[in-house]
């Protein structure tokens, strides 16, 4: 008999959701189990769950159970599937909502009998990747004027717990000038779920998203494969479809939770703050599936990632840092212009948006800057000159019209409603802008 039609019993022990298998002292089977291969839990005759092999030590295999270890004894046998975790993956998926085993957890029609491609596979060859220069375009002001993203980039949203990050980021879902958006959640009370799909659906979005959801009363384990669910299908769409993707990701501290409770579960020795030492290359893995592919379409990664206490150093944005093209702060209810970065944006700012572009970027955020300076001022009961009052009013118009997080403009109108701001709050020959630009764009 074919050993991955046999079932192995001989199970050591049961940690959390890891279970720990001892196989036979055969060399044979032992060249047969693969890493991250599937494995089907038996008990009572029937199946009880999937599990996916995650360590293999010599004739000890260590398995990640996906519906949790619950109810599971060490009676129970296990069943080698001899092939990887695979998400589905055809047209059919556009408007479904999956779980983190990847099953559909929607009313809509079966797709057991629809194509499916591997999870997991490697990064795309460098040589087949095309230098970032095309915007995705997000009508938020505060990032399509003054930190564009820009397709293949990956780019964290850096905030704290209470922010309203997931509510910025179910608009940049909404209004992205992309093909395809898949959505990954990950650990996210039911509140936070039904406020994704009832976003997506009356803004009429749904049928170009793809939803890929762990809840926080859903088994750990699962965390750990919603993005890589995601990013495989993004990966499909962009090559197989040239479409171009955005793929939104909340919340990656979660996800490095999940693979630190593993991690304890699986007795690996702990690194910074009791996050895995692996951690950097586990980000790293999925962060660089983001790619403009050659003669194809492209991925880009744009994930909330939170900072507990307020701490930037905390080993995940710190190490997501490293990896990234940047970030969005996302601060006091606002994306802070002097805490966001897009390193990316020098590749499309006047090359794919308009002349003025940069000069009103630059200028906007220095004034902007000397604004914030005089309220200091103002605060600390000095002295302030007429300019400085200018300032003021610049400043408090410029949080207004440009950083509350339900502003939505185009770029171009997000352009000349600066030159308005600018006109309102100063003379002409107060601003510092190339002559030629002002007596274009100034307003009349």
């Not at 209470?162 to 992309?178: C, H, M, T, V």
């Not at 593993?262 to 660089?288: F, K, T, V």
Request: glycine share 6%; with cysteine; net charge negative.
């Amino acid at each position: 008999m074919d050993q991955y039609l046999t079932r192995y019993s001989s199970i050591e022990s049961i940690v959390g959701d890891i279970i720990n298998l001892r196989l036979p002292d055969d060399p044979d089977i032992h060249r047969t189990v693969r890493n991250r291969d599937l494995a089907a839990i038996e008990q009572d005759g029937s199946v009880v769950s999937l599990a996916q092999i995650i360590q293999l030590d010599h004739s000890l295999v260590s398995l990640q159970i996906f519906a949790g270890a619950k109810g599971i004894s060490n009676q129970a046998s296990i069943r080698f599937l001899k092939e990887p975790m695979r998400a589905v993956y055809s047209d059919n998926v556009l408007g479904r909502i999956f779980n983190g085993s990847g099953n559909a957890i929607d009313s809509g029609p079966d797709l057991s009998l629809d194509p499916k491609v591997e999870i997991n596979g490697p990064t795309v060859n460098p040589i087949n990747r095309v230098l970032a220069s095309k915007m995705i375009r997000t009508d938020v002001p505060m990032i399509d004027v003054f930190n564009c993203l820009v397709e293949s980039q990956k780019i964290p949203i850096f905030s704290v717990s209470g922010e309203p990050y997931n509510k910025f980021l179910a608009r940049i879902g909404i209004q992205a000038d992309a093909d395809v958006v898949i959505f990954a959640g990950l650990g996210l009370i039911f509140d936070d779920y039904y406020f994704f799909k009832q976003s997506f659906e009356e803004a009429g979005v749904m049928n170009r998203t793809v939803m890929y959801v762990n809840q926080a009363s859903d088994p750990v384990v699962e965390r750990l494969m919603v993005p890589d669910l995601a990013l495989s299908v993004a990966e499909r769409f962009a090559v197989d479809e040239s479409k171009r993707v955005l793929v939104l990701i909340t919340d990656m501290t979660a996800y490095a939770d999940a693979m630190k409770e593993i991690g304890i579960s699986m007795e690996s020795i702990p690194s910074n703050r009791g996050y895995m030492g692996d951690l950097y290359s586990q980000l790293a893995r999925r962060y660089e599936k983001a790619c403009d592919f050659k003669g194809a379409g492209s991925i880009t990664i744009l994930s909330v990632t939170t900072m507990p206490g307020g701490d930037v150093t905390h080993p995940v944005p710190d190490n997501t840092g490293y990896i990234t093209e940047g970030q969005f702060y996302l601060h006091s209810g606002v994306i802070d212009p002097f805490g966001s970065l897009s390193r990316l944006k020098q590749f499309v700012i006047e090359k794919e948006t308009r002349e003025d572009h940069g000069q009103i970027m630059n200028t906007m955020i220095r004034y902007y800057s000397e604004g914030v300076d005089a309220e200091q001022k103002q605060a600390m009961a000095f002295d302030l000159s007429e300019f400085d009052q200018k300032l003021l009013r610049f400043s408090g118009e410029f949080r207004k019209q440009f950083m509350d997080l339900d502003v939505a403009l185009p770029l171009e109108k997000a352009l000349d409603a600066c030159w308005h701001l600018l006109a309102e709050c100063f003379e002409k020959d107060e601003v510092v802008i190339k002559q030629n630009l002002k007596d274009k764009y100034w307003p009349k």
